[in-house]
């Protein structure tokens, strides 16, 4: 995720992430130049008339600017909801340390400790889930036994989940906590339960495909028709304009197509790693 200062309009206007984008859509925009430029050939040196199109473009124009809001206000939301669900987490790892932290002994550093160590990997392992895989190295586990089943495994955060389960039920019967104690560590289980379900809720359920397919239809329709409308009236100059229009309904759709999955490694995705690396500094703060 990019740190910028919104006040600060030089830096924002010629900021890196701008050349990046123009990167990525340079074989299309080099193709609109060449196709307007083919257009503008044939229809001004070889063609006495040609019907100008731009109040029919106008229209269109309206249409797909409201299909294009829709289309990044929804992944916008989808942007949203996870950074708060992430920042939900924040809290409830700090509300179970905290409620750990006040229940366990002071000497008992070994199950300190380790509820440390666990919440801190549920979170990494849900957020590498959440991507491609569970990156070990960046997991704190003594237990090369639960390692050794953690790998074999097919959802990694459901077995951390169950393990810290288990172990407030061990503590239960041992005698260290109350049921009054459980039914609070319950609740901010739960919490992180819910947060990874959320999370994958959001993941595997895309913009539905018929709606995607068709805004890429709407958008290459109308920029490969564009020339036509102009070319009567502006001439060559039409060349950079069309280059210039396409740009910008491309960045647009291209921006959208970044957020909507807000989870993996794009530059304008969630700061998950920091995220991560914060609640791990926090929990081992707190129970420590």
């Not at 309009?9 to 074989?27: A, E, G, N």
């Not at 951390?160 to 901010?188: P, Q, R």
Request: net charge neutral; hydrophobic share 45%.
């Amino acid at each position: 995720m990019i740190n910028y200062n919104p006040k600060v309009w030089f830096d924002l206007i010629f900021h890196s992430y701008s050349k990046q984008v123009l990167r990525t859509l340079l074989p299309a925009l080099a193709f609109m130049g060449a196709f307007t430029t083919i257009a503008c050939y044939i229809l001004l040196e070889h063609l006495d008339e040609f019907p100008s199109s731009t109040t029919v473009h106008s229209l269109l124009g309206i249409v797909l600017g409201l299909f294009l809001v829709f289309r990044t206000n929804s992944a916008y939301d989808r942007w949203w909801e996870g950074r708060r669900l992430w920042g939900a987490l924040v809290n409830s790892t700090r509300n179970f340390a905290i409620k750990l932290s006040a229940v366990l002994p002071k000497e008992n550093h070994q199950d300190r400790l380790w509820f440390a160590q666990m919440i801190a990997n549920f979170v990494y392992a849900t957020k590498e889930t959440l991507r491609s895989g569970v990156d070990f190295n960046e997991l704190e586990i003594d237990d090369q036994d639960f390692l050794k089943h953690l790998k074999n495994s097919g959802h990694r955060p459901n077995i951390i989940a169950l393990a810290m389960y288990s172990k407030v039920e061990g503590l239960l019967k041992t005698n260290i906590i109350t049921g009054f104690h459980l039914t609070n560590l319950d609740k901010e289980l739960k919490d992180l339960i819910d947060f990874m379900g959320s999370c994958e809720r959001i993941k595997k359920t895309p913009i539905p495909y018929s709606y995607t397919m068709y805004i890429k239809k709407f958008i290459f329709i109308y920029i490969i028709t564009l020339p036509f409308g102009f070319i009567p009236t502006l001439g060559y100059f039409t060349i950079p304009i069309v280059i210039l229009i396409s740009f910008i309904l491309l960045s647009v759709e291209l921006i959208a197509e970044e957020i909507e999955d807000p989870f993996g490694r794009d530059i304008n995705d969630l700061p998950t790693d920091d995220i991560c690396a914060a609640i791990r500094k926090n929990v081992k703060e707190i129970l420590c």
